[in-house]
Protein backbone atom coordinates (compact mmCIF):
# COMPACT_ATOMS: atom_id res chain seq x y z
CA UNK A 1 0.00 0.00 0.00
CA UNK A 2 1.33 3.31 -0.75
CA UNK A 3 0.97 6.48 0.89
CA UNK A 4 0.82 10.18 -1.32
CA UNK A 5 1.24 12.98 0.42
CA UNK A 6 1.03 15.80 -1.84
CA UNK A 7 -1.01 16.27 -5.08
CA UNK A 8 2.11 15.69 -7.47
CA UNK A 9 2.59 12.33 -5.84
CA UNK A 10 -1.07 11.32 -6.09
CA UNK A 11 -1.26 11.90 -9.90
CA UNK A 12 1.87 10.00 -10.22
CA UNK A 13 0.51 6.99 -8.59
CA UNK A 14 -2.66 7.16 -10.08
CA UNK A 15 -1.60 7.62 -13.83
CA UNK A 16 0.37 4.04 -12.70
CA UNK A 17 -2.82 2.64 -11.82
CA UNK A 18 -4.59 0.35 -14.45
CA UNK A 19 -7.69 -0.80 -14.41
CA UNK A 20 -11.22 -0.13 -12.24
CA UNK A 21 -10.86 2.03 -9.07
CA UNK A 22 -12.81 2.13 -6.45
CA UNK A 23 -12.61 5.79 -4.03
CA UNK A 24 -13.73 6.07 -0.25
CA UNK A 25 -12.98 9.97 0.94
CA UNK A 26 -12.64 9.84 4.87
CA UNK A 27 -11.47 12.19 7.73
CA UNK A 28 -9.93 9.44 9.60
CA UNK A 29 -9.93 8.16 13.05
CA UNK A 30 -11.16 5.19 11.19
CA UNK A 31 -13.46 2.34 12.76
CA UNK A 32 -15.70 -0.65 11.22
CA UNK A 33 -17.83 1.54 9.28
CA UNK A 34 -15.30 3.08 7.12
CA UNK A 35 -14.10 -0.66 6.80
CA UNK A 36 -17.50 -1.21 5.56
CA UNK A 37 -17.31 1.20 2.86
CA UNK A 38 -13.57 -0.21 1.23
CA UNK A 39 -15.63 -3.62 1.28
CA UNK A 40 -17.78 -2.44 -0.53
CA UNK A 41 -15.41 -0.64 -2.64
CA UNK A 42 -13.39 -3.99 -2.90
CA UNK A 43 -16.06 -5.52 -4.43
CA UNK A 44 -16.70 -2.95 -7.08
CA UNK A 45 -13.47 -2.24 -8.26
CA UNK A 46 -9.61 -3.63 -8.84
CA UNK A 47 -7.82 -0.72 -6.79
CA UNK A 48 -9.44 0.82 -3.70
CA UNK A 49 -8.14 4.44 -2.79
CA UNK A 50 -8.66 5.96 0.63
CA UNK A 51 -8.21 9.65 1.18
CA UNK A 52 -7.72 10.91 4.68
CA UNK A 53 -7.90 13.93 5.40
CA UNK A 54 -9.66 16.24 7.86
CA UNK A 55 -10.88 19.02 5.54
CA UNK A 56 -10.92 22.71 7.27
CA UNK A 57 -13.17 24.11 4.87
CA UNK A 58 -16.52 21.90 5.93
CA UNK A 59 -16.26 23.25 9.72
CA UNK A 60 -17.51 26.10 10.82
CA UNK A 61 -14.74 28.43 13.11
CA UNK A 62 -16.31 27.07 16.32
CA UNK A 63 -16.23 23.35 15.58
CA UNK A 64 -13.83 20.53 16.17
CA UNK A 65 -11.51 20.51 13.42
CA UNK A 66 -8.33 21.30 16.39
CA UNK A 67 -9.40 18.76 18.50
CA UNK A 68 -10.64 16.05 15.61
CA UNK A 69 -9.09 12.71 16.45
CA UNK A 70 -6.21 11.91 13.86
CA UNK A 71 -4.48 8.18 15.08
CA UNK A 72 -2.93 8.34 11.40
CA UNK A 73 -0.74 4.96 11.83
CA UNK A 74 -3.28 3.34 13.33
CA UNK A 75 -5.92 4.29 10.10
CA UNK A 76 -2.56 3.16 7.66
CA UNK A 77 -2.56 -0.14 9.31
CA UNK A 78 -6.43 -0.76 9.17
CA UNK A 79 -6.73 0.29 5.66
CA UNK A 80 -3.55 -1.89 4.82
CA UNK A 81 -5.18 -4.75 6.45
CA UNK A 82 -8.18 -3.95 4.46
CA UNK A 83 -6.36 -4.46 1.43
CA UNK A 84 -6.55 -1.07 0.14
CA UNK A 85 -4.31 0.02 -2.88
CA UNK A 86 -3.41 3.82 -2.02
CA UNK A 87 -3.75 6.62 0.44
CA UNK A 88 -4.02 10.26 -0.46
CA UNK A 89 -3.28 11.73 3.12
CA UNK A 90 -2.26 15.84 2.28
CA UNK A 91 -1.61 18.53 4.24
CA UNK A 92 -4.34 21.54 4.12
CA UNK A 93 -2.03 23.90 2.11
CA UNK A 94 -1.22 21.37 -0.72
CA UNK A 95 -5.24 20.63 -0.92
CA UNK A 96 -5.72 24.46 -0.32
CA UNK A 97 -3.06 26.57 -2.14
CA UNK A 98 -2.70 29.54 -0.33
CA UNK A 99 -2.69 32.02 -3.70
CA UNK A 100 -5.40 29.99 -5.35
CA UNK A 101 -8.68 32.12 -4.99
CA UNK A 102 -11.37 29.28 -3.64
CA UNK A 103 -14.03 28.11 -6.02
CA UNK A 104 -17.28 28.06 -4.27
CA UNK A 105 -19.59 24.60 -5.20
CA UNK A 106 -22.45 24.25 -3.44
CA UNK A 107 -26.45 22.34 -3.68
CA UNK A 108 -28.61 25.93 -2.85
CA UNK A 109 -31.60 23.36 -2.34
CA UNK A 110 -29.62 21.68 0.52
CA UNK A 111 -27.46 23.67 1.78
CA UNK A 112 -29.59 25.65 4.32
CA UNK A 113 -31.58 22.92 5.80
CA UNK A 114 -31.19 20.27 8.57
CA UNK A 115 -27.36 20.10 8.76
CA UNK A 116 -27.00 23.25 6.59
CA UNK A 117 -28.84 25.20 8.75
CA UNK A 118 -27.08 24.30 11.74
CA UNK A 119 -23.04 24.20 10.14
CA UNK A 120 -23.43 27.06 7.73
CA UNK A 121 -21.17 26.48 4.63
CA UNK A 122 -20.93 22.64 5.78
CA UNK A 123 -22.08 21.24 2.16
CA UNK A 124 -19.97 23.80 0.44
CA UNK A 125 -16.83 22.66 1.86
CA UNK A 126 -17.77 19.36 1.43
CA UNK A 127 -19.07 19.57 -1.88
CA UNK A 128 -15.75 21.67 -2.85
CA UNK A 129 -13.43 19.02 -1.01
CA UNK A 130 -14.87 15.91 -2.76
CA UNK A 131 -15.07 17.54 -6.20
CA UNK A 132 -11.51 18.02 -5.66
CA UNK A 133 -10.69 14.60 -4.65
CA UNK A 134 -12.79 12.77 -7.33
CA UNK A 135 -10.61 15.16 -9.77
CA UNK A 136 -7.15 14.04 -8.23
CA UNK A 137 -8.42 10.45 -7.88
CA UNK A 138 -10.11 9.69 -11.22
CA UNK A 139 -12.78 7.02 -9.40
CA UNK A 140 -15.09 4.85 -11.69
CA UNK A 141 -17.17 4.65 -8.31
CA UNK A 142 -17.02 6.42 -5.05
CA UNK A 143 -18.10 4.88 -1.73
CA UNK A 144 -20.52 6.98 0.97
CA UNK A 145 -21.79 6.09 4.17
CA UNK A 146 -25.76 6.12 4.51
CA UNK A 147 -24.71 7.20 8.03
CA UNK A 148 -24.67 11.00 6.73
CA UNK A 149 -27.79 11.09 4.31
CA UNK A 150 -27.49 14.15 3.45
CA UNK A 151 -24.07 14.57 2.33
CA UNK A 152 -25.05 11.37 0.48
CA UNK A 153 -27.49 13.55 -1.70
CA UNK A 154 -25.59 16.07 -1.99
CA UNK A 155 -22.98 14.39 -3.48
CA UNK A 156 -25.41 12.32 -5.48
CA UNK A 157 -26.77 16.05 -6.52
CA UNK A 158 -23.57 17.08 -7.39
CA UNK A 159 -22.44 14.09 -9.45
CA UNK A 160 -25.72 14.16 -11.46
CA UNK A 161 -25.55 18.24 -12.12
CA UNK A 162 -22.11 18.11 -13.30
CA UNK A 163 -22.11 15.46 -15.32
CA UNK A 164 -19.17 14.22 -13.21
CA UNK A 165 -18.13 10.77 -14.45
CA UNK A 166 -18.51 8.24 -11.93
CA UNK A 167 -21.06 6.22 -9.70
CA UNK A 168 -21.90 6.87 -6.19
CA UNK A 169 -22.60 3.97 -4.26
CA UNK A 170 -24.04 4.34 -1.00
CA UNK A 171 -22.93 1.96 1.70
CA UNK A 172 -25.52 1.04 4.87
CA UNK A 173 -24.78 2.51 8.35
CA UNK A 174 -22.42 -0.06 10.94
CA UNK A 175 -23.67 0.00 14.55
CA UNK A 176 -22.29 -0.89 17.80
CA UNK A 177 -24.31 -4.15 19.60
CA UNK A 178 -26.73 -1.51 21.17
CA UNK A 179 -27.62 0.38 18.07
CA UNK A 180 -25.40 3.64 18.20
CA UNK A 181 -24.26 4.64 14.35
CA UNK A 182 -20.11 4.26 14.57
CA UNK A 183 -18.59 7.57 14.00
CA UNK A 184 -15.31 9.29 14.90
CA UNK A 185 -16.96 11.32 16.98
CA UNK A 186 -17.98 8.58 19.86
CA UNK A 187 -14.62 8.72 21.21
CA UNK A 188 -15.20 12.21 22.47
CA UNK A 189 -18.38 10.58 24.95
CA UNK A 190 -18.01 10.08 28.77
CA UNK A 191 -19.39 6.76 29.87
CA UNK A 192 -22.69 8.72 31.03
CA UNK A 193 -22.78 10.44 27.77
CA UNK A 194 -22.43 6.61 25.88
CA UNK A 195 -25.45 4.89 27.73
CA UNK A 196 -27.41 8.33 26.87
CA UNK A 197 -26.10 8.17 23.35
CA UNK A 198 -28.18 5.03 22.41
CA UNK A 199 -31.33 7.36 22.23
CA UNK A 200 -30.29 8.51 19.03
CA UNK A 201 -30.61 5.18 17.07
CA UNK A 202 -33.88 4.52 19.86
CA UNK A 203 -35.73 8.21 18.26
CA UNK A 204 -35.80 6.59 14.88
CA UNK A 205 -36.98 3.14 15.54
CA UNK A 206 -39.67 4.67 17.19
CA UNK A 207 -40.41 6.63 14.46
CA UNK A 208 -39.57 3.38 12.17
CA UNK A 209 -42.19 1.66 14.48
CA UNK A 210 -44.92 4.65 14.35
CA UNK A 211 -44.93 4.74 10.17
CA UNK A 212 -44.24 0.79 9.49
CA UNK A 213 -46.13 -0.92 12.41
CA UNK A 214 -49.14 1.89 13.38
CA UNK A 215 -49.64 3.02 10.15
CA UNK A 216 -49.17 7.28 11.49
CA UNK A 217 -49.27 9.42 8.14
CA UNK A 218 -49.23 12.91 10.11
CA UNK A 219 -45.44 13.55 10.26
CA UNK A 220 -45.94 16.47 13.55
CA UNK A 221 -46.44 13.20 15.20
CA UNK A 222 -43.85 11.44 14.38
CA UNK A 223 -41.30 14.03 15.31
CA UNK A 224 -42.89 14.76 18.53
CA UNK A 225 -42.36 11.12 19.31
CA UNK A 226 -38.87 10.80 18.29
CA UNK A 227 -37.75 14.28 19.65
CA UNK A 228 -39.38 12.87 22.78
CA UNK A 229 -37.08 9.60 23.07
CA UNK A 230 -34.00 11.81 22.40
CA UNK A 231 -35.05 14.26 25.48
CA UNK A 232 -35.66 10.93 27.65
CA UNK A 233 -32.08 10.27 26.97
CA UNK A 234 -31.08 13.94 27.61
CA UNK A 235 -29.85 14.79 24.20
CA UNK A 236 -30.32 18.38 23.32
CA UNK A 237 -32.30 17.78 20.13
CA UNK A 238 -31.24 20.43 17.16
CA UNK A 239 -33.85 18.25 14.92
CA UNK A 240 -35.97 14.84 14.83
CA UNK A 241 -37.51 14.86 11.39
CA UNK A 242 -39.29 12.81 8.51
CA UNK A 243 -38.50 13.89 4.87
CA UNK A 244 -38.47 12.69 1.58
CA UNK A 245 -35.92 9.99 1.09
CA UNK A 246 -34.14 11.94 -1.81
CA UNK A 247 -34.34 15.86 -1.89
CA UNK A 248 -35.00 15.95 2.19
CA UNK A 249 -37.83 18.01 1.61
CA UNK A 250 -40.38 18.64 4.23
CA UNK A 251 -43.79 16.19 3.54
CA UNK A 252 -47.13 17.46 4.23
CA UNK A 253 -48.11 13.31 4.74
CA UNK A 254 -46.50 10.29 5.24
CA UNK A 255 -47.27 8.16 2.22
CA UNK A 256 -44.68 5.32 1.43
CA UNK A 257 -45.84 4.69 -2.25
CA UNK A 258 -46.19 8.59 -2.92
CA UNK A 259 -42.48 9.30 -2.18
CA UNK A 260 -40.41 5.73 -2.72
CA UNK A 261 -40.34 5.88 0.85
CA UNK A 262 -39.39 8.16 3.81
CA UNK A 263 -36.11 9.48 5.53
CA UNK A 264 -36.04 9.52 9.60
CA UNK A 265 -32.94 12.64 10.72
CA UNK A 266 -32.20 12.98 13.78
CA UNK A 267 -29.32 15.27 15.45
CA UNK A 268 -28.66 16.06 18.84
CA UNK A 269 -26.05 17.11 21.04
CA UNK A 270 -24.97 15.28 24.76
CA UNK A 271 -22.85 17.54 26.24
CA UNK A 272 -20.45 19.37 24.09
CA UNK A 273 -20.78 16.35 21.39
CA UNK A 274 -22.74 16.73 18.43
CA UNK A 275 -24.19 13.17 16.99
CA UNK A 276 -26.80 12.45 14.21
CA UNK A 277 -28.55 9.13 12.92
CA UNK A 278 -31.33 8.46 10.36
CA UNK A 279 -33.07 5.54 8.67
CA UNK A 280 -34.42 5.07 5.16
CA UNK A 281 -37.87 3.59 5.36
CA UNK A 282 -38.72 1.80 1.74
CA UNK A 283 -41.54 1.69 -0.03
CA UNK A 284 -42.82 -1.49 0.33
CA UNK A 285 -43.78 -0.76 4.43
CA UNK A 286 -47.02 0.41 4.55
P1 LIG B 1 -15.96 10.70 7.87
O1 LIG B 1 -14.58 10.19 8.08
O2 LIG B 1 -16.76 10.83 9.14
O3 LIG B 1 -16.01 11.92 7.00
O4 LIG B 1 -16.73 9.56 7.06
C1 LIG B 1 -16.21 9.06 5.86
C2 LIG B 1 -17.23 8.18 5.22
O5 LIG B 1 -17.56 7.11 6.11
C3 LIG B 1 -18.56 8.89 4.93
O6 LIG B 1 -19.05 8.45 3.66
C4 LIG B 1 -19.44 8.44 6.06
O7 LIG B 1 -20.82 8.47 5.75
C5 LIG B 1 -18.96 7.01 6.24
N1 LIG B 1 -19.32 6.50 7.57
C6 LIG B 1 -19.11 7.10 8.76
N2 LIG B 1 -19.64 6.37 9.75
C7 LIG B 1 -20.19 5.27 9.18
C8 LIG B 1 -20.90 4.13 9.67
N3 LIG B 1 -21.15 3.97 10.97
N4 LIG B 1 -21.32 3.21 8.78
C9 LIG B 1 -21.08 3.36 7.44
N5 LIG B 1 -20.41 4.40 6.92
C10 LIG B 1 -19.98 5.36 7.77
Known amino acids: MWTAKTVADLRRQRLALKGR??????MGALHAGHIALVEAARGLADHVLVSIFVNPT???????????????????????????????????????????????????SMA???EGAIRPGHFAGVCRVVLKLFNLTQP????????????????????????????????????????????????????????????????????????????????LRVEAAMRQVLLAHHIQPDYAVVRHPTTLAPLDSIDL??????????????????LIDNVLLDEGQR
Open 21 to 26: IAFVPT
Open 58 to 108: QFAPHEDFNRYPRPIERDLAMCEAAGVAGIFNPGVDDVYPPAVPPCDVSIP
Open 112 to 114: GIL
Open 140 to 219: HVACFGQKDLQQLRVIEAMVADLNLPLAIQPVPTLREPDGLAMSSRNVYLNPEERRHAIGLSKAIKEGRALIEVGGESEP
Open 257 to 274: KLTHGVALLVAGRLGSVR
